[in-house]
């Protein structure tokens, strides 16, 4: 090959530009993977109490999927437009389909059963898929857009 050959072509693969974190982990992980989240999300533009929120929530779907769902997951988080989401996967036994359907708050004296609760009610939209091999759960913040300087 000499200079004046042209460069072969190039197989590009695509790389999810808005794609944050993907990482598998157990209990072992889960602080530091609630550490990354909030990284990620102060950097994605979630501030103040609705970054708390967000990442509170998510560290209950993590915290879920150790204890619920066979002692590890997975957990993506991307920006999609001007939202934030995160998305936490399992390979339990599934949640009841009666569990899920159940949207009330849990009575304070209630041991356990607080963690889809808090984050449906911590999070912007939440949406579960369970079964027999495993749960995911997905959950958005809306990123406010920056606010303008006066100069």
């Known amino acids: 090959m000499t200079n004046a050959d042209p460069d072969p072509p190039r197989t590009v693969v695509p790389i999810e530009p808005s794609l944050l974190i993907a990482d598998a982990f157990d209990q072992a992980q889960v602080t530091e993977l609630r550490h990354s989240v909030t990284s990620c999300a102060h950097a994605a533009g979630l ?11 998510v ?41 899920l359907g159940d949207r ?8 356990g059963g607080w963690g889809l609760w808090l984050a449906r009610q911590l999070s912007d939209t939440m949406a579960v898929e369970s079964g027999d ?18 100069d």
Do not use: K, M, Y
């Not at 009330?104 to 041991?111: D, N, Q, W």
């Not at 759960?137 to 809306?142: E, F, L, N, S, Y």
């Open 59 to 99: 560290n209950e779907l993590i915290t879920n999927a150790v204890r619920h769902g066979g002692g590890q997951g997975s957990l993506r988080l991307w920006r999609q437009g001007d939202e934030l989401v995160c998305e936490v996967a399992d390979h339990g036994h599934g949640i009841s389909a009666e569990r």
């Open 47 to 57: 501030r103040g109490e609705r970054l708390d929120d967000f990442v509170l929530a």
């Open 133 to 150: 091999t495993g749960t995911l759960v997905r959950i958005t913040a809306v990123v406010a857009a920056p606010v303008a300087q006066a």
């Open 104 to 111: 009330s708050r849990p009575e304070p004296a209630t041991v």
